[in-house]
């Protein structure tokens, strides 16, 4: 059953590549959930649950169980000159036996413990906070690489794309400088000159390839999974940041440093309040309580004494006032940290945002651009093959018209990544 539970899991997880298409988000998800450091979740969850139960057995009574046998040099007796009158009276007190004995069961149930318990529990789930967030800030980062990576791939895709689209233009073109050649109309030049431009453009095409599967074989570590060269990348729609919420997982793990902070000055402060306990030991050995009956009779006897107790340390106040001092020192540190990390965080923004503008800024043209050059290729094509103009004039309109769709491409592909760079700076 638990093999059978395995394999629906992996059949669901592999869903996306069913369908045929890998989106961002299933790898941001995958990412997560191959990282090794993802199970210290569960370290972190475990070990603030054990130190949280721990915490609130504060008011748990404490049993303790005793015993001991001793000898001792001496032991409590009467002078003799009162036991020579005891005997005259004929009582015979020997004293206390030099052998002693007592198996001991106490117990103590705490009735207030200036709160103590309770500052300990709120200890641990700061603690546990913290601990949480500094392993998903640092979970927080992979989305970056994933952008890189992810984008990286769909920008090389595009290329890949525009240079068979060349190839596809050079290859016809070479038709028809081949069949001008054996007619006579144009010179060997013109067909060598195509096909150094074929060749150079699948080399190219080699590196792109060579790239991609480079590309893909980080992204299928990432992930945990095999990415095949015939699976198809999803390009992500734009997605609306509000730049004005940064909901970093640093930011929240600042606020749970102070928190943390705070919850040390509470221990501090309850560490030096007074408290009460309720107690009672019971025993069975000698001597025992009545003194006078182990005098007499030297015997084993059960006692028992119950009552409340009280205890106030005071030892807290000698150093509680450098370490209210070292605690104040450690939150102005975390707030400094926090506005340094607010400040380049700030100045980050910025810079994709600017981004961002100037993309939309060029995108608005990039489609007129591309059009443009295809209508100059075409009539290029044209005028070649009427003898107009040369064939270095039609290989440079034909690698014209390559660099604008590649910008074209590459332009949308930059401001997809920018968006997705500011969704992942504020955490969105």
């Known amino acids: 059953m638990k093999v059978l539970r395995i394999l629906l899991l992996s059949w669901l997880s592999a869903l996306p590549w069913l369908a045929g298409a890998i989106t961002i988000d299933d790898c941001y998800r995958m990412t997560r959930e191959n990282y090794p450091l993802i199970r210290q979740y569960e370290v972190v969850e475990a070990t603030s649950r054990y130190s949280f139960e721990n915490a609130a057995l504060g008011y748990a009574p404490r049993i303790s169980l005793s015993g001991q046998a001793v000898y001792q040099s001496d032991a409590t007796a009467f002078p003799d000159s009162f036991n020579d009158l005891l005997k005259l009276a ?158 970093s997982t640093q930011l929240m793990l600042f606020d749970a440093r102070l928190n943390e902070i705070d919850m040390q000055k509470k221990m501090l402060d309850v560490a030096v309040m007074p408290k009460f306990a309720f107690f009672a030991q019971g025993w069975y050995g000698k001597p025992g309580l009545n003194i006078f009956d182990d005098m007499m009779y030297n015997r084993m006897s059960w006692n028992g004494i119950l009552g409340i107790s009280f205890k106030w340390d005071i030892s807290g106040f000698y150093t509680r006032k450098n370490d209210l001092r070292r605690i104040d020192m450690s939150k102005r540190s975390v707030e400094y940290q926090r506005a340094a990390y607010e400040w380049n965080t700030g100045i980050r923004q910025t810079q994709i945002q600017d981004e961002i503008d100037r993309m939309y800024g060029i995108k608005a043209s990039d489609d007129e651009i591309v059009r443009l050059r295809q209508s100059v290729r075409q009539a290029s094509e044209s005028k070649y093959r009427n003898g107009v103009i040369t064939v270095n004039d039609l290989l440079r309109d034909i690698m014209s018209e390559n660099k604008a769709m590649n910008d074209r491409a590459l332009h949308k592909l930059e401001l997809l990544k920018n968006i997705y760079d500011m969704k992942v700076l504020l955490n969105q």
Do not use: C
């Open 90 to 247: 004929g009582v015979d007190m020997s004293g206390l036996s030099k052998d002693q004995y007592r198996v001991q069961l106490e117990i103590n149930q705490t009735i207030w413990d200036g709160g103590y318990s309770k500052a300990q529990r709120e200890a641990v789930k700061a603690s546990r906070e913290v601990s949480r967030l500094t392993l998903g800030k640092d979970l927080d980062e992979l989305e970056s690489r994933v952008n890189q990576i992810y984008f990286g791939i769909l920008i090389m895709e595009v290329n890949l794309q525009t240079n068979l689209y060349m190839d596809t233009l050079l290859t016809a073109n070479l038709s028809v400088a081949e069949s001008a050649l054996r007619n006579g109309t144009v010179m060997q030049s013109d067909t060598d000159n195509i096909r150094v431009e074929l060749l150079t453009l699948r080399q190219q095409r080699e590196q792109i390839e060579s790239s991609l599967r480079s590309y893909k074989d980080m992204l299928s570590i990432m992930i945990g999974m095999e990415i095949g060269d015939d699976e198809v990348f999803e390009t992500p729609e734009p997605r609306l940041v509000d730049t004005s919420r940064n909901m």
